[in-house]
Antibody, heavy 122, light 108 residues
Framework: QVHLVQSGPEMNKPGASVKVSCKAS????????ISWVRQAPGQGLEWLGW????????KFIQKLQDRVTMTTDTSTSTVYMELRSLRSDDTAVYFC???????????????WGQGTKVTVSS | QSVLTQPPSASGTPGQRVTISCSGS????????VTWYQQLPGSAPKLLIY???QRPSGVPDRFSGSKSGTSASLAISGLRSDDEGDYYC?????????FGGGTRLTVL
């Protein structure tokens, strides 16, 4: 069975960094990519970026370009998203979602993680 | 602010047919595939429709998608109480604002 299991909730102060993990199982990791999507409290979905499980190539939204890093650990089929210089408006639930390994612009996500709540507060 | 416009709310009674629209432009819906997601309260989104009108296995045929020009629609027939939730369209746009604002569906 295909699963994406994310790390637990995080509470951080403004200016700090957070690293969220997404462990994949039940499929060949390199055949797919992972996108990250966040949802602020009471708000809609926001696509943040993508990493290929095959090549490690990445694509991010411009407003996070300088603050986000996405990496993979193929030995454990785990994807990491690190967000630096946290601000209060980064408070959200962060989801990882499985998609294309090649096309960052394919928004067909057939499997989602359970979500990780990240709270940024002083 | 999304470049894809959805009505903030929609409603219907059990058994009815409802449609949710997603309006865009030539740079997004006009040239790319539309995907639809359902998000039930407290849950992660679920893939409902891809490539404008294709249903993944396991999604009932009560759900259908269509696209014409720079607009797309999601139709839900035989409305059920457990269809209540938020629905999002998603289309690639080079501005990278890829999700619609979402439509909250209420089953009366």
């Amino acid at each position: 069975q295909v699963h994406l299991v994310q790390s637990g909730p995080e509470m951080n102060k403004p200016g700090a960094s957070v690293k969220v993990s997404c462990k994949a199982s039940g499929y060949s990791f390199s055949n797919f990519g992972i996108s990250w999507v966040r949802q602020a409290p009471g708000q809609g979905l926001e696509w943040l970026g993508w990493i290929s499980g095959k090549s490690g190539k990445t694509k991010f939204i411009q407003k996070l370009q300088d603050r986000v890093t996405m990496t993979t650990d193929t030995s454990t089929s785990t994807v990491y998203m690190e967000l630096r210089s946290l601000r209060s408006d980064d408070t959200a639930v962060y989801f990882c979602a499985r998609g294309s390994s090649v096309y960052y612009y394919s928004l067909v996500f057939d499997m989602w993680g359970q979500g990780t709540k990240v709270t940024v507060s002083s | 602010q999304s470049v894809l416009t959805q009505p903030p709310s929609a409603s219907g009674t059990p058994g009815q047919r409802v449609t949710i629209s997603c309006s865009g432009s030539r740079s997004n819906i006009g040239r790319n595939y539309v995907t639809w997601y359902q998000q039930l309260p407290g849950s992660a989104p679920k893939l409902l429709i891809y490539s404008n009108d294709q249903r993944p296995s396991g999604v009932p045929d009560r759900f259908s998608g269509s696209k014409s020009g720079t607009s797309a629609s999601l139709a839900i027939s035989g409305l059920r109480s457990d269809d209540e939730g938020d629905y999002y369209c998603a289309v690639w746009d080079d501005t990278l604002s890829v999700f619609g604002g979402g439509t909250r569906l209420t089953v009366l």
